[in-house]
């Protein structure tokens, strides 16, 4: 009954997964399947439109998974919306992941490039899910422009450095009409449920599974951790105290 | 087949309970049920040792549970070695949780008091398990005299800080011969699942369950932190990279 | 020797203040002097221009300071380009800070107006000084647009939170060909010093000055904390260890 | 006017020094003169008591500064207090700094060890600063018994790793009745600040010094971190506030 809704569609899990970096199909395909997800995010670039060998579509079975293309690679608004495009004319899916990343060091997004390629790809019907900057303000004005999602980064892609934009993420939050998907930078189970327990809808992982030591155990570890984050927000933590409070009372102790 | 070892008992379940500050019994029978908890933690003080009236000791069914008394309450060694030779008396247990704290307004653990309570109840017999401040030279020398866990606490009694003291539970577990229990401070699931994901062996919490909004929700958000935290202990997190690596391989983009 | 140059001008300080939420003009007065600045920001929106009653323009001894005037106020980029062209049209100045805020609650900027905004005004010959989320791709795009400077957040504008955005500061630093300034959220003088030894070219302090018990003393507690974190990110700092080091020799002790 | 005073003396500089790692006499005694500090500690098994050789005791003008011996390299009580009673004997100081570490990875020292050193040689009539880990009921214990001091640690000796210790030492300076010295961990200057923000007495700091690129320019950060510390706590800061607030007021914008 807690379901998330994203772009008419509803799920009953709240993790998506990537599907770079793994060893192996078969690893990957494990921790798809111990992670629950029902959103899986596909590089475009990774599949070879001309010929006949193996790709990525080939190793996934997606009866089980709702298929999210997204734009990895793209340095500017007009790349990402040409694989936008032809990712809908394959007729992989009219969902669309925006990525457009000019830098490869640290691998993060462009606001001013990002915000052009969503107005674009909304205004042509695309289900929009930006890749972002943990800014509350270029959040809001994606939301405005009718994206389905946003999606801040907690920390560089593929870095595992964790929840680094807690604040930022948790103004986000606030502010949002759309739900937030904290995506990049999640490096263990811990930093899952922190996500969650700010109070983001979802969260999409993938190196920190991909290069955990067994990925389908660290996928599992990933389910609990989004579905205890999850729990604990809809429980209502208890108040953060500057000092101690007891237990139990401090009468009738033995002296 | 991953379980946990104290005082030659085996349990399934790494997360224990404490039974104060609960809005009823009811409420605290669901929290304890929805965390799988097998251990739970009771004050001996208050058990009332001369009435009829019911006591905590009446209102759970401890045949579900292990009992492990507890000396809240005392602020001096002698305090804390009486309580201790009471609960056994009773036919309580011949388990202890050590407890000497002298002030009530932090309610930090007296290190020296603590060392000598333990000292006295190790040599009579008891089962013992410490709790202290995060001090890796007290926890060694606690597990070198015998005691059968380190208890140290993440932040004050109560106050939901979560993990303050992870760079000295982090050197404990790294020494500990014993088991290692972050006891104290945990107020939301995310930081059960770091306590775990450093290698503790255990979480005792009480507090955060306790005053959530849903203290059944909770509890369960606490047990899938707790097995969420020792999946990802046990999977091998990814390293943590000072920069951005990209989740896919950079060739093969749309321009 | 160690000088700070923007816009081709040279200044020893490297503490730029605010001039909002003073209690008076004297004190004020004194917070400037004892801070050692130079360059002081002012809201155009705080100068009266029609009426000849006193303003912020008459409390300052602009012989001792560099005017910086800010368009603090402006929702849109439209809005924030005219108000620089009516300050360098009363002769205040060139340089003109660029805050294009919409929100009255968090204060953030706009990335996309800001951006605007920074074209025209570079365009336009203004000596153009951002004030921005602590985004580095944003970052980079204004330097190659031809900025004077960045100016990345700490937090929030007057929320004493300090340095929140670490990570990308780092960054911003990292990839600058243009001063760093860090602006906004430093709440007190170790922030400052952080600032400055992650290799900031100085620091905007306004409220934390302003509303300081003392302001004076905290202008001089906030000089000296820039000095401190200037020279020790010029000294070089020991490496971070993840175990001790002891800082003698282990032999020769008296057993 | 603000001096420092322990064991009925005072000191204007609230910056203490150690002599250990640096590469030679002279970066030592410039890192000492910049630093502008009074007292030096000094580990008494680094003194060759029965050569002619030249010591560290004739590396430096002891007409300068105020020597602080130290037990460096005890492992037990009954080490220290012998090494303690030995400095007296040479007639080197009745100030003993206590340090008993019986581990030699982490360096932390032995609360228990501590506590039974302290009690003999204030009995003995020392002046006794101990060096404790952050462990404010430790810290209550030893002012109680009457040491001139306590000095708890940031982070473990010669790691550089700042003040993870936080909380605790904000508790130990609540219920301080002697000064707080915080001893060890301390990497940069910033750290030295925040320590004097949060109501220290002062920093002994010695690695982050003398393993530092330029040892006296960070003797001078290290003062300049420290008196700025000291001027923002004696200020007292603006409350943190978890929202943004405008540094000037919202009218008479230009719209």
Redesign the interface.
């Known amino acids: 009954s807690d379901l998330l809704t994203i772009g008419g569609k509803t799920f009953r899990s709240r993790l998506m997964l990537?599907?770079?970096?793994y060893r192996s199909a078969e690893e990957m395909n494990a921790a798809l399947e111990a992670s629950g997800c029902e959103i899986v995010t596909v590089?475009?670039?990774?599949i070879?439109l001309d010929q006949p060998k193996r790709s990525i579509l080939d190793e996934i079975d997606w009866t089980k998974y709702h298929i999210l293309p997204n734009t990895?690679?793209?340095?500017t608004a007009d790349?990402a919306v040409?694989?936008a495009r032809?990712a809908r004319a394959m007729g992989l899916s009219d969902w669309i992941k925006v990525e457009v990343i000019?830098?490869?060091?640290?691998?993060?997004?462009?606001?001013?490039g990002t915000?052009e390629a969503c107005k674009v790809l909304v205004e042509e019907g695309f289900v929009v899910l930006p890749y972002i900057?943990a800014?509350?303000?270029?959040a809001?004005?994606l939301q405005e422009i009718g994206t389905a999602t946003v999606m801040p980064l907690a920390?560089?892609?593929?870095?595992?450095?964790?929840m680094?934009?807690?604040?930022?993420i948790r103004?986000i939050i606030d502010q949002a009409t759309v739900p937030v998907v904290v995506d990049a930078g999640i490096?263990?189970?811990?930093?899952?449920?922190?996500a969650m327990?700010l109070g983001a809808s979802s969260c999409l992982i993938?190196?920190?599974i991909?290069?955990?030591?067994?990925?389908a155990?660290?996928a599992?570890?990933?389910r609990?951790?989004v579905?205890?984050?999850r729990?604990?927000y809809?429980?209502?933590?208890?108040?953060?105290?500057?000092?101690?409070?007891?237990?139990?009372?401090?009468?009738?102790?033995?002296?």
Chains 1, 2, 3, 4 share one sequence.
């Not at 990537?18 to 970096?21: L, V």
């Not at 590089?43 to 990774?46: D, E, F, G, K």
């Open positions: 990537g599907t770079g970096k590089a475009l670039r990774r070879d990895a690679g793209a340095r790349e040409r694989t032809l000019p830098d490869a060091k640290y691998l993060l997004p462009d606001p001013i915000f900057n800014d509350p303000v270029l809001l004005r920390s560089p892609i593929g870095s595992g450095q964790g680094k934009t807690v604040e930022q103004i490096g263990t189970a811990s930093e899952a449920a922190q327990e993938n190196t920190a991909a290069r955990a030591g067994d990925p155990r660290m599992r570890a990933m609990l951790g579905d205890a984050g729990d604990a809809l429980a209502g933590r208890m108040p953060t105290l500057p000092y101690a409070s007891a237990s139990s009372p401090l009468e009738g102790i033995v002296r």
